[in-house]
């Protein structure tokens, strides 16, 4: 299969080593990737902000870029979610936007249901608390949400599941908002923080070693805080953390 690197802005600008273990963990697990090097930002900004409609021009450059793979993959569970769900539908995108939509996936979830790999091993001796993002976990399904009647499961616990020496820690409030939310950081600056405080506080609290997550950009809101705190927690994208584990 022909898989196509979706690096988006915010590991591109600030986490690029992020980039680097996702194209090689899924050269580990034997994915033939390539990085489309005319990929820009896929519009989740402006839309974010109320300006979906000014998104067409990054749309049309995400499906021209991406239309000739087999599957789209990237090491975000928000911008995914925008290009599958909160792109301007476009009057002559039709059915190659569909099915540019229909195969973009975020990581962990490319892994599960596509690569079909039940678990990873390998071995990483740490103690870790995972962070689900809203994104994922509400709108890309890849983990169960406390406020529906349904059986618990979380596609990156499954892959953790065969790592030797991964301890997951169960948080109090595991699918807890990290108050990021994009441009709502910037606009409720003081709501964003506190709920910050408050979701980095649950991992402080069952001293975790590592904050894990599939989402950088939460990542970045818990850890400008904890270092603003002088807390000593470490954070990972889960990228590194599977790809460490095998390597």
């Given at each position: ?38 990929q ?46 909160h ?6 995108g ?99 923080v ?21 989402d ?32």
């Amino acid at each position: 299969m022909k898989v196509a690197l979706f690096i988006p802005c915010y590991i591109d600008q600030f986490y690029p080593h992020v980039g680097q273990a996702t194209l090689e963990l899924l050269e580990k697990l034997n994915c033939n990737v390539s990085y489309p090097m005319n990929q820009t930002c896929c519009g989740q900004p402006m839309a974010n902000s109320g300006y979906e409609r000014d998104t067409e021009g990054t749309t049309r450059q995400f499906i021209e870029t991406f239309k000739d793979f087999d599957y789209i993959v990237a090491p975000s569970g928000s911008c995914v979610l925008h290009v599958k769900e909160h792109q301007p539908c476009l009057k002559e995108g039709g059915k190659e936007q569909a099915e540019v939509q229909a195969k973009t996936y975020e990581l962990s979830e490319f892994i599960t249901d596509i690569l079909k790999v039940d678990t990873i091993q390998g071995s990483f001796p740490h103690k870790i608390g995972f962070h689900s993002s809203c994104h994922g976990q509400r709108g890309l399904r890849l983990s169960s949400s406390s406020e529906l009647n349904e059986a618990p499961f979380n596609k990156a616990k499954a892959l953790f599941a065969g790592i030797k020496g991964l301890e997951w820690v169960e948080l109090a409030r595991k699918d807890e908002c990290c108050g990021f939310g994009g441009t709502f950081a910037v606009s409720e600056e003081a709501l964003s923080v506190q709920m910050g405080k408050d979701r980095l506080s649950d991992h402080l609290e069952h001293q975790v070693e590592i904050i894990c997550g599939g989402d950088v950009s939460c990542l970045m809101h818990l850890q400008g805080i904890a270092q603003r705190n002088n807390n000593q927690v470490k954070f990972m994208h889960l990228a590194e953390i599977l790809n460490q584990a095998i390597s």
